[in-house]
Structures are given as C-alpha cells and as structure tokens.
C-alpha cells in the first residue's frame, strides 16, 4: 500500500477514534451520570488516545510526535503563545463590552487589585493544568495537521484540520458550550461558527508547533486561553451577563479576534510553504 | 537528556512504586470505611459530601507529603566523584545533569497532580456508584493546585544546598523550614483568634472558604497569585544556582 493511501486511512481512524469517544462519552453521561466526571476527562483526552491508538493500530510507531520540549531558542515561541492567548481573550472581553453592553464604557470595568490577582492565578494555573490540553494539541497539532500536510496542500490541510476540531466539538455545542441554546438553526448553525475560528486559531497553534518542532508551546497557548476565560471578571460590575456570555452573538463577538490574528499566521504559514516550494523548483 | 530523565525513572522507581502503592491503599482502605459509615446510617447525602471533601483534602496533601519526601533521594543517588567527573565531561555537562534532576523532579509533581485529580474523580465516582451520594465538588484540587507550587517553592530553597553540601546536610534546610512553620503555627495556637476551632462545623467552614479562595480579601489573593508564580521562577533560579554550584559540592562526594 502506497504511504499516502495508508496517511488518509490513518486520518479517517485518528478522526472516527477522536470523535467516536467524545460522541460515547456524552451519550454515556446522560445515562449514568455518576460517570459524568470520569467521561468528561476522556472526552478531553480522547486526541490524545486518538494519536496514539491509531500509531498502535496501523504500526506506525511512535516516531515524529513532536514531544521533545525543545526549549533552547524557542523560548519567545512558549511566552508567546501565552501572550497571544492573553491578547486574543482580552480583546474578546473588549468586544463584548463595545457591542453587547453599550450602556457601560471602559471606565466601569471592575479592574482592581483582587481582578489582577485572579488573572495572575489563572496565568499560574497554566503550569499545573496544561496536561488536560495537551490531551487535545496532542492529537491535532502533534498528528493529524502533519498527516493532512502529507496528502494535501498546507492550506486546505489547515482547513480541514480546523474543521475536524471544531466537529470535535459537537456536543458539547449541542449542550450549549460557547453560543449557548436560543438561536436560529441551533445546534447546526453553532457546529458552523464553531469551525471559523478553530481553522483560524489552529493555524496560529499549528505556526507555534512548526517553529519549535514541539507540541508545548501549542499547548501552554490552549492552556492559557482556556485559563484566561477569567478576563470574564473585568466586565463592568452589574452588567447584564445574560445576554453577555452565553449567547450566540456572544460566542461569535469573542470569536472574531480569533479569526483575524488567526488569518494572519494562516498566511505566513501558507507564504512560507510557498517560498519553500519556490526554493525548491530553483535548485 | 532523555537518557538522564529515564536513569532518574530507574533509579527512582523504587520510590514511585511505594508512592503509587501508598495512594491506592488510602483510597481503598477510605472507601471500605466510608462503606461502612453509610451502612451504618452515619451519614446523610450533605454530611457525606463534607466527609468526602475532607478526605480527599487530606489525600491530596498527603501526596505531596511524599513527595517532599521522595524527591532530595534523586539527588543522593548519584552522590559519587566518579560520575560527577564523567557527566561534566560528557556534551551534556553539569548542567544537563542538574536539568535532568530539577525537571524529573518537576515531571513527578505534575504527575502527582494528575493522578491525585483522576484519583479524586474515580473515587467520587466509585462513592456515588455504591453508596448512591453524588460528591463532584472536586474541592481538593485547589489543594493540589497550591501544593504543587508550594513544593516547587520549597524545592528551588533546598535543592542548592543538597547539590552544594549533599543529600545529608540538605535533608537538615528542609527540617528547618518545617521547624520554622511549625513555630509559627505554636505561635499562632498560643496568642492567635482560635474561634474557627470551636466546634468540627465552625472548622469546615472556615477551611472550605480558604480552600475556595472566598476567606480572602482581594490584596490576599494579589499576593498569592505573585507567590505561585514566583515559585516557578524560584525553580528556574535555584536551577541556575545549582548549575554553579555542581562542582564545588562534587569535591565533597565519595569517591
């Protein structure tokens, strides 16, 4: 079997192994919901399960999985993830403030001491949970953008990576995660607005995990973006969260920072492929 | 370097099989007894919850127990002139060696944490499963939260003098400072507000509102949050100073 054939059927059971066990896991939450905790952190991890039962099903090995931490001239690539998460959810929380909550203005924004300090712990906890994101960066950064890369060209490999993770998130969607129940087309239209901005935000992971050769600073990034969801905290003291936070223009407001710092690593990602290729064909 | 990391796995493994070995045996003993109480009639479904909640505090805090415990071993075991001398010429130097140990010691804590977070899930798990009272409160992972940078923190003060003056003299920080916050709490115990310890009720709340972060006021949690992320840089910076000090600590090994 020729390796690009045995690459695409590596994708198709890394992505039915990924989605499978989510799928399983919220089912099997509804049913027995004294599980629910234990389903969650596979549903969390099941990328990760995913990389690594496919390698032991097609006999791939465990070559190329990108967890050398390779720190030595690639710290600016780990800081910076972190400073791109901190960025990306603080202009989220200033897009909710300037079209979701027009009655307040910036200087209500509930910014002392105790707020500092609650981002300060939010960036620290990075150390201690990056493990449950690395369940995710594991499985798309660390394999399947490498494996689309192999059969097809980097910006539809980015596309279709993007769009698998943000599927991945089906169910949760479907439970109202980021865009909440009360909006047309739910939870199909949700599905949707969830893969723009994985496609984008993926291809700023999958620029951190090129540069480094590593699947950290991808992770310390996710981590950091999830930890930091806390900026929530310095929207304006009394404003009406309802319509903040869980709802569908909500989810897309906080998204389009994501999309457009997103694009742009989606085209240096692309460039640099290209000058490669160009390279290349002059040798 | 990965070569180093697993020669610390093996000479360790002892260690982690006992530490493994020990957190099992809790969690199984504590679910018999918890099975025996509900039996019993001992608890209700909210004094059930506390008691779980004051189990798996304990649990998570002893784990890191051994691990304070468990972690200057790794630096004893390769007290010896020879291989300091063959790991200092070797590409890697003192300082891979001194990496090796500090991130090891980094990957068991991390490790501790996951392990104490799956233990605490499977445990609640198995609570509610056989004995029908659900606990997913999950509290005791801001305990393990703030002891893993806790003993980072403790670990960048003691590891130099271990590498400096050994694992003997290094052993005699680490009592100190157990001493020094032992003569604080005496202290504390002796002329301090000891209302919270009125009655078992009183206790629980006042630790549920410091382990949830709700007994602080806003410049407490400042401070604590410049505290946890300082113990990493602490651990960066004792590395360095161990880096340095890797030598002139060798000259005092056995041959």
């Not at chain 2, 009720?201 to 946890?228: K, R």
Request: aromatic letters at 18%; a negative charge.
């Amino acid at each position: 079997m020729n390796s690009k054939k045995m690459t695409v059927i590596r994708i198709i059971i890394f992505t039915v192994i990924a989605n499978g066990i989510v799928i399983l896991a919220y089912m099997l939450s509804d049913i027995f919901t004294a599980f629910e905790n234990l389903l969650t952190i596979f549903a969390a991890l099941s990328p990760a399960i995913a990389n690594v039962l496919t390698r032991l099903i097609t006999k791939e090995g465990f070559r190329n999985n990108y967890l050398r931490v390779n720190l030595k001239g690639n710290l600016r690539y780990y800081f910076g993830g972190i400073g791109l998460a901190a960025a990306l959810q603080f202009l989220g929380a200033v897009m909710l403030i300037v079209f979701l909550l027009p009655d307040y203005g910036f200087k209500d924004i509930d910014f002392n001491i105790g707020s500092v300090g609650y981002i300060l712990l939010s960036l620290s906890y990075i150390l201690v949970n990056f493990w449950y994101l690395f369940g995710e960066e594991f499985g798309w950064r660390a394999y399947l953008t490498p494996k689309l890369e192999e059969v097809m060209p980097e910006p539809l490999a980015l596309i279709v990576s993007g769009i698998i993770w943000g599927m991945w998130h089906a169910c949760p969607i479907a439970e109202g995660l980021n865009f909440g129940f009360d909006y047309p087309g739910f939870p199909y239209l949700g599905w949707v607005a969830m893969c723009i901005p994985t496609i984008f935000y993926g291809a700023a992971l999958t620029y951190l995990t090129k540069k480094t050769n590593s699947v950290f600073p991808a992770v310390m990034c996710h981590t950091a973006m999830d930890m930091l969801a806390v900026l929530g905290i310095l929207l304006p003291e009394g404003a009406d969260l309802e319509t903040g936070s869980q709802s569908f223009e909500a989810g897309i407001l906080v998204f389009i920072p994501h999309i457009i710092v997103g694009a742009v690593f989606f085209y240096l990602l692309c460039r640099k492929k290209k000058a490669a290729e160009k390279n290349k064909e002059t040798l | 370097m990965y070569g180093l990391l697993y020669k610390e796995l093996v000479l360790n493994r002892k260690s982690l099989f006992v530490l493994a070995f020990v957190d099992i045996v809790i969690y199984v003993l504590f679910f018999f007894m918890f099975g025996s109480a509900v039996k019993e009639g001992v608890f209700d479904e909210s004094s059930f919850s506390d008691a779980a909640d004051i189990f798996s505090c304990i649990y998570a805090l002893l784990i890191y127990i051994f691990v304070l415990i468990i972690l200057p071993q790794m630096f004893s075991t390769d007290e010896s002139k020879r291989w300091s001398s063959f790991v200092s010429s070797s590409p890697l130097q003192e300082s891979g060696q001194i990496f090796s140990k500090y991130m090891f010691g980094f990957i068991i804590l991390i490790v501790s944490f996951i392990w104490s977070y799956f233990a605490e899930v499977i445990f609640d798990t198995a609570l509610s499963v056989y004995y029908g009272f659900e606990n997913k409160s999950l509290l005791s992972l801001n305990i393990s939260s703030a002891m893993v940078f806790a003993v980072l923190f403790l670990g960048a003060i003691e590891f130099p003098f271990y590498v400096r003056f050994g694992s003997k003299i290094g052993s005699s920080v680490k009592m100190g400072v157990f001493f020094g916050i032992d003569l604080l709490a005496v202290i504390y115990f002796l002329f301090g507000d000891l209302s919270v310890f009125g009655s078992l009720d009183s206790l629980w709340e006042f630790l549920s509102e410091v382990i949830n972060g709700e007994a602080f006021g806003d410049t407490a949690i400042f401070a604590l949050s410049l505290c946890a992320l300082s113990a990493f840089g602490l651990y960066i910076l004792s590395y360095k100073i161990s880096c340095r000090l890797y030598m002139k600590g060798a000259e005092n090994f056995e041959q």
